[in-house]
């Protein structure tokens, strides 16, 4: 597996000092937060999107993908939704990266159902600019959706190689829901894990990998099992939390910490 760490732990820090980051303490790629507050974004221009292609390549980092904020599964009208979405998606495939993370985002008014429903239909209509464009979009295991047994309810719905999961091992936890279970309803569609660690259900103050709760060597422990070769992407939730230590002087403990457990699961 490769290891990845997401730009929600550095807010507002230019990419270019977010790859010496990477290259500095050994992670082999990158998460974009892609949202107008971050340096690299949809309302990119031609040039910009073409100068942060050519520096990740430069640097040998890998652009994992674009944390992206539609809520499929919203209520209201389709369209500003898929807009968003589109944006999204022509973003990553001018920057070379293979995946957009969207959220559920149903509400407590709506039923599972509807919620399902909603969120099916937007991300069939745009699986297919996203085949056109060379990225999969990857519904996150979060908030009205966290497991794993949630997503699939819409995956299944969908039905398109172009949309995928992407495992969010903190609210799946807090969903109840066993690692053995989460993989087994996620794998067929299984982009990406991101790992994390939090003192306690009521505590999601973000903590240094090991420090805290989550069952991240199960977790990995799982995968390995299972012969599951893709990336763990560390989402140190900074962004959220500005009391929490700064990520940079973490990042050579949290990739020591899953390099280790790694070689335990192997």
């Excluded at 990740?56 to 499929?72: H, M, N, S």
């Excluded at 979405?85 to 990266?97: E, F, I, K, M, V």
């Excluded at 790992?195 to 995968?223: F, H, R």
Aim: charged share 20%; proline share 8%; aromatic share 6%.
């Amino acid at each position: 597996m490769k290891l990845a760490f997401s730009t929600l732990g550095v807010p507002g820090l230019p990419h270019p000092d977010v790859l010496r980051l990477a290259t500095e303490h050994g992670y082999h790629g990158v998460e974009l937060r892609a949202h107008p507050e971050e340096p690299v974004h949809p309302g990119l221009g031609a040039a910009e999107r073409a100068a942060v292609a050519a520096d990740f390549e430069a640097a040998g980092v890998e652009l994992l993908g674009l944390a992206g904020y539609p809520k499929v599964a919203a209520p209201g009208d389709d369209e500003p939704v898929l807009t968003e979405l589109r944006a999204l998606l022509d973003l990553a495939g001018d920057l070379g990266a293979p995946y957009v993370r969207v959220f559920p985002g149903g509400t407590p008014g709506q039923s599972s159902e509807e919620a399902d429903a909603t969120a099916a239909r937007r991300l069939g209509t745009a699986a297919e600019h996203a085949a056109d464009v060379g990225v999969r979009i990857l519904l996150e295991t979060h908030d009205s959706h966290r497991t794993g047994a949630d997503a699939m309810r819409v995956l299944g719905l969908v039905g398109h190689r172009q949309v995928g999961a992407l495992w969010d091992v903190m609210h799946t936890w807090l969903g109840g829901e066993q690692p053995t279970d989460t993989y087994a309803a996620l794998a067929p569609h299984l982009g990406y894990v991101q790992v994390k660690d939090i003192a306690s259900p009521d505590d999601t103050t973000p903590l240094p990998l090991g420090e805290g709760v989550l069952p991240l060597a199960e977790c990995v422990e799982v995968l390995s099992r299972h012969g599951w070769d893709g990336w763990l992407c560390w989402e140190y939730e900074k962004r959220w939390y500005e009391a929490a230590a700064p990520l940079p002087d973490l990042l050579a403990a949290g990739r020591d910490h899953l390099s280790r457990l790694l070689n335990e699961s192997a």
